[in-house]
């Protein structure tokens, strides 16, 4: 090699690699529990799509660091003596990614699209609290008749069928605006990298499947001036293990789940990066209505009944998760603890003696088994929970085919009730019983995983949205969840413990108990 190209290729290496810091991408790599579904942020449903569109656009309201309900594209709000009319102040001066401005007419036009039918929002129903909202989704009023309105370019109204002091944190989460002009120009194709337009912290970059989603700071964000990354790289891994290789090779600055069997290990070993904080979430295990062998509530309540979750908490989790018997978890504020299942008290023998006589009434057990297909993420930690179950339910004549599949794959097997039992999570959006109550509801849609449809049960959550007295509108939630106890369309695992890695070059990040954490807040410092 002769000097002067040795001499170029020295000035090249060092043109591209030794970017001096002014220069260099300032970026964190978090990882995600799987591949997006999609980037629409109204036909989101799980939590990796939810965490890109926070990060992507913003509604009326958002979250601070702390995921505190604050104000986002809106600057202020009054709510009217009755609490059904909440109207809102926008900011001023608001645009679209790509220049164009925001007015209070988008927030109409949006909120239309997320009821309209033809749209197929799977969450709508969380918001049918608003006027109308729940004919519109319906099909049985026009979307003209949603119950939102424009008074000028910066003042949006939204009118409710009842008080619902949880209005704002649900804004935060189902209420986001889209892009009318790139809808109606691109059609379903309005999410691709070359058409995505938004108005959150960050805007879309790249999406490599399998790889990674990079977003990029957006300059006509509102607050664009306190947000410190140039860059977040959302990263789809599964598997815990892998997660944790990668963090320990930095690969990644945060990671979001880890194998139970190390947590003792890496709290010695990495101390305050590991960040284990009890969250407003619970796991379960849905049954399939659907499917005739499962229609019974006795055999639900027997499979049930068969699960020593305090087993599982113990030998399996190992983060300190709590056995759940109920739906609603602990920390929602001022809710009364009486819906859990009436078998959480009593012992290990008690339960199985009596789920063996149960399925004995079925005619079910070991010399007349019963098959089911059990469908769970191709991750370490719900497979383990999968095999004890499958393993706890096989002394009273069940056998169990457990179907693993990818995230994606999997959520999709769930929304085409493609399972008899299958592994379902749930984390709180608001800090409110019928954030989780829902689950069950039968006009639900999508999030009812079960097929689940009780009048009864229909019928408190009706009553409780009528009711003004906060005390008597728990006491109807709480009957609500006692009588879906007795069913156990759904049986509550645990109720979540959040798990996660965070290295020390990541500022900003603040444990909350719904384990939010959007990048606009998060900046990355020098470490030794």
Known sequence: MTRGLAWWLAAWAC????????????AIRRSSTGEPQTLDPQRWTYGQDGNLAQDLFQGLTTLDSAARPVPGQAESWTISPDGRTYTFRLRSALQWSDGRPIDSADFVWSLRRLFDPGTAAPAASLLYVIRNAKDVNAGRKPVAQLGVRADGPRTLVIELEHPAPYLLDLLVHRAFPVPRHVLEKWGNEWTRAEHIVS??????????????????????????????????????????????????????????????????TLRRELGGQLRLVQAMGVEYLAFNLRRPALADPRLRRALSMAIDRELLSQRILRAGEPPAYCMVPPGVPDYPRSGCADFGAWPASRRMAEARRLLAELGVGPQRPLQL????????????????????????????????????AHQQALQQGDFDVARGAWIAEDRDALSF????????GALNLTGYR????????????GLTDPGARVRRLAAAESLAMQEQPL????????????????????????????SRYLSVVATP
């Open 373 to 408: 297909r059990f469908r769970v993420n191709n991750a370490d930690l719900p497979r383990r929970v999968a095999l004890a179950v499958a393993a706890m339910w096989q002394p009273l004549g069940v056998r169990v085919e457990v179907v693993s599949a990818d995230l994606k």
């Open 15 to 26: 043109l591209v690699g030794c970017l001096p810091p002014a220069l260099a991408e300032t």
């Open 199 to 264: 108005n959150g912290a960050f805007v879309l970059g790249e999406w490599r499947p399998g790889s990674h989603v990079k977003l990029l700071r957006n300059p006509r964000f509102h607050a664009a001036g306190s947000v410190a990354l140039d860059a977040v790289y959302h990263v789809p891994v599964e598997d815990p293990k892998s997660a944790l290789l990668r963090y320990r090779t930095g690969e990644l600055d945060v990671a979001v789940s880890i194998p139970s069997e190390q947590i003792e």
């Open 491 to 518: 049986a509550p695992l645990y109720f979540y413990v959040s798990r996660r890695l965070v290295s020390p070059r990541v500022a900003g990040w603040v444990d909350n108990p719904r384990g939010v954490h959007l």
């Open 437 to 444: 109550l829902r689950l069950l509801d039968g006009r639900a």
């Open 454 to 465: 009780s009048r009864a049960f229909d019928a408190l959550l009706d009553e409780s949205d």
